[in-house]
T-cell receptor
Framework: QQPVQSPQAVILREGEDAVINCSSS?????VHWYRQKHGEAPVFLMI?????EQKGHEKISASFNEKKQQSSLYLTASQLSYSGTYFC????????????FGGGTRLMVKP | DADVTQTPRNRITKTGKRIMLECSQT?????MYWYRQDPGLGLRLIYY???????NKGEISDGYSVSRQAQAKFSLSLESAIPNQTALYFC?????????????FGPGTRLTVL
């Protein structure tokens, strides 16, 4: 079953912050975040392992709450280059690199 | 040169035709995957392979088959294409030894079935 992402879409002005959420109905071993720019392939941002780990990538960070089976991606002081669709991928049993992706959150950053 | 390549990049075919999408990688990764992407549904796994002799069904394998001809090549076939297989198809690779479990995606193949 796919994880649920919210919101489905968000529009920001440059410099504003955003949070993207990813919720699963299953216990999770890890959560992965990818960004896909229009017309391009998805690109890996970060992985979070169970244990409440919070990671960062430029001004993009994420947290993972394994008890709540959810992860959040935080985009701080957004830049035009942050525009794209963000996907979370969940791994529920550490059986290899099997990921189940959410439906995506489309982010548009305007000047 | 791109590390993960897919051919063709675009394909238009008719209902009932057999079609093959090819994926090649120069990253030396052992694991390869085929996904399809539809608007609002994200990426859904069709098949995956952890080495040349290993093939596994993913979430939506019906109507598809795969072949792992070599470590570097993983092909996806639609035996008899139907219109609801119209989608963007991605191949991806990963390395068993990578601590981040990062998947590297090819550029995608846009398939239209008329």
């Amino acid at each position: 079953q796919q994880p649920v992402q919210s919101p489905q879409a968000v529009i920001l002005r440059e410099g504003e912050d955003a949070v993207i959420n990813c919720s699963s109905s299953k216990a999770l071993y890890s959560v992965h975040w990818y960004r896909q720019k229009h017309g391009e392939a998805p690109v890996f941002l970060m992985i979070l392992l169970k244990g409440g780990e919070q990671k960062g990538h430029e001004k993009i960070s994420a947290s993972f709450n394994e008890k709540k089976q959810q992860s959040s991606l935080y985009l701080t002081a957004s830049q035009l280059s942050y525009s794209g669709t963000y996907f979370c991928g969940t791994n529920d049993n550490n059986a290899g690199n099997m990921l189940t992706f959410g439906g995506g959150t489309r982010l548009m950053v305007k000047p | 040169d791109a590390d993960v390549t897919q051919t063709p990049r675009n394909r238009i075919t008719k209902t009932g035709k057999r079609i093959m999408l090819e994926c090649s990688q120069t990253k030396g990764h052992d694991r390869m995957y085929w996904y399809r992407q539809d608007p609002g549904l994200g990426l859904r796994l069709i098949y995956y392979s952890f080495d040349v002799k290993d093939i596994n069904k993913g979430e939506i394998s019906d109507g598809y088959s795969v072949s792992r001809q070599a470590q570097a090549k993983f092909s996806l076939s639609l035996e008899s294409a139907i219109p609801n297989q119209t989608a963007l198809y991605f191949c991806a690779t990963s390395d068993f030894w990578s601590p981040s479990n990062e998947q590297f995606f090819g550029p995608g193949t846009r398939l239209t079935v008329l």
